[in-house]
């Protein structure tokens, strides 16, 4: 990226970040987590999304990864969070029913003692049952102190918060922290969920960490699902949930509301 625009970036973050971001254009986007087998919505990811007034909209990757240079990545957890929590009473009318909502949480953050402080006060006024809470830990950074973080996890899991680890495969350092820190939920990277077109390599390698969450009693999402093909090439193997594309684009809230009310789900018997 060209420096000055760069620098200019991280100005208006800086200064998004130091007051309220919703009024500098954060936003909070929702894209569905989906049983592959009858479409039904189980869970939204709730994404930060930036329009700025003037420079209009920014790449999600671009203001991650300077608000994570910049120190601020916190904050702008801390705003999706709020604000996802704060939502949940939309989502269960738009849905009809109770669904997860998953935020983000960039891993050096866990052993940041606070956290469970901020997820406690999140929960605290909002219409979300800390049950329905799944945090992704992010690949983004490194975990600083891993006891730390251990204890900080645990917290959170005692209130009944669920744990997921996002970008699974993909980051650094995956296997050791799926080992030490007390996972509920991974979700698969797009890196290797292309199973249908790379049946020997990737499918076995899929098959394979679906055993290994199966004997740890781990619920799985694939993630970047773009194609049926790719769906039912998943689903076979064994995958029964997932997020990309071809299940749902991330929305507005508003959005999520009207194509809801277009297209009603009907009630799953089981969800
Ligand atoms: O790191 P994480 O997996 O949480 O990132 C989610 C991001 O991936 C979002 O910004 C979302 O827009 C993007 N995304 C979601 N589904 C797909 C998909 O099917 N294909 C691609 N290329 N990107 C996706
Ligand atoms: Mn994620």
Request: charged residues 25%.
């Amino acid at each position: 990226m060209m420096r000055d625009l760069r620098s200019t970036l991280q100005k208006l973050i800086a200064d998004a970040l130091a007051g309220d971001p919703a009024a500098a254009g954060f936003d909070v986007h929702y894209q569905p987590i989906v049983r592959l087998e009858n479409r039904v919505t189980v869970a939204v990811e709730a994404l930060a999304r930036w329009s700025h007034p003037r420079v209009g909209e920014v790449c999600p990757r671009i203001f991650v990864e300077i608000a994570e240079q910049l120190g601020l990545v916190g904050v702008l957890d801390n705003f999706v969070l709020a604000r996802a929590c704060a939502g949940a009473e939309a989502l269960e009318a738009a849905y009809g029913r109770e669904v997860d909502v998953h935020v983000n949480v960039s891993a050096g953050r866990l052993s940041d003692a606070s956290l469970d402080a901020v997820v406690a006060e999140a929960l605290e006024w909002a219409p979300l049952r800390p049950g329905r809470l799944v945090l992704e830990i992010t690949e983004t950074a490194q975990i600083a102190d891993p006891r730390a973080a251990l204890r900080v996890a645990e917290r959170i899991r005692a209130r009944g918060v669920r744990l997921a680890l996002d970008d699974f495969a993909a980051g650094f350092n995956w296997f050791r922290r799926l080992h030490d820190l007390p996972i509920d939920i991974l979700k698969l990277d797009a890196s290797i969920t292309h199973v249908e077109s790379d049946p020997q390599h990737a499918a076995l390698f899929c098959k394979a960490l679906l055993t290994l969450c199966r004997e740890l009693d781990m619920r799985i999402v694939a993630e970047g699902v773009e194609s049926e093909a790719q769906a039912l090439a998943l689903e076979q193997l064994g995958c029964d949930v997932g997020q990309g594309y071809l299940l749902g684009r991330p929305q507005s809230l508003a959005q999520l509301v009207e194509s809801q009310r277009r297209a009603p789900q009907r009630m799953p018997a089981v969800a």
